[in-house]
Every structure is written in structure tokens, then in C-alpha cells.
């Protein structure tokens, strides 16, 4: 997704591109929950700081919740221990998406 915005500073309209989806599922939600809140931080050029910190603080809970999903699951730690990848690798898949899950409420949809 790719959002155009006015840089106070160049005193020009910029563009920033954004890959993550919940980059996407966060400006819908917010235009249509919060649109005041989106509208202002268009409006004082903080929009491209805001969305920058929500992509690292998002990836990051993602990744944790990830890490601790695998450090507690048995079934991880036994194919971990017994070297059955294609297992770890199928719940590796299914731990992002648990913690997307997780995260996005929290996060993402607020």
C-alpha cells in the first residue's frame, strides 16, 4: 500500500510504500473507526513516523509471541528434539498465524 502525504519539511507531497497487510487492515480500520485520529495525523505530517513505529512494533510482537509459542508447545519441542523439520516448519506456520491472530486484536484493530 502506498500512501501519499504532504512533507511540512520539503514542503511536498512524498509517498511511502507499505508491504505489511496489517499496514492496510490498520488505515481501513482507523478511517472507518477513528477517521479524526487518521485525519490529523495526515494533517500534522506524522503519518509515515506512526505507521513506520506500528510495522516495527507489530513485527516485533509477532516474532515474540512466535519465539514463546515455540519455547512452550510439545509438540514443537518434540520435533525439534527428534529432527522432523517438516513438522517444526508446519507449526512454525501455524504459531504466526496464532500470533497474528493474537496481535492484530491488540494491535492492528485498535
Do not use: W
Request: hydrophobic content about 35%.
Amino acid at each position: 500500500m502506498t500512501v501519499t502525504y504532504f512533507n511540512p519539511d520539503t514542503q511536498t507531497e512524498d509517498s511511502e510504500t507499505y508491504n505489511t497487510d496489517f499496514i492496510r487492515y490498520h488505515l481501513h480500520y482507523s478511517d472507518s473507526h477513528y477517521p479524526d485520529r487518521l485525519h490529523r495525523l495526515i494533517n500534522e505530517g506524522r503519518i509515515v513516523q506512526y505507521l513506520d513505529d506500528m510495522e516495527l512494533k507489530v513485527s516485533d510482537a509477532i516474532t515474540r509471541q512466535v519465539g514463546l509459542l515455540k519455547q512452550t508447545d510439545s509438540c514443537y519441542l518434540k520435533a525439534v528434539l527428534s529432527g522432523d523439520t517438516e513438522k517444526m516448519l508446519g507449526l512454525e506456520n501455524c504459531f504466526v498465524y496464532m500470533a497474528r491472530e493474537a496481535v492484530f486484536e491488540c494491535m492492528v484493530y485498535t
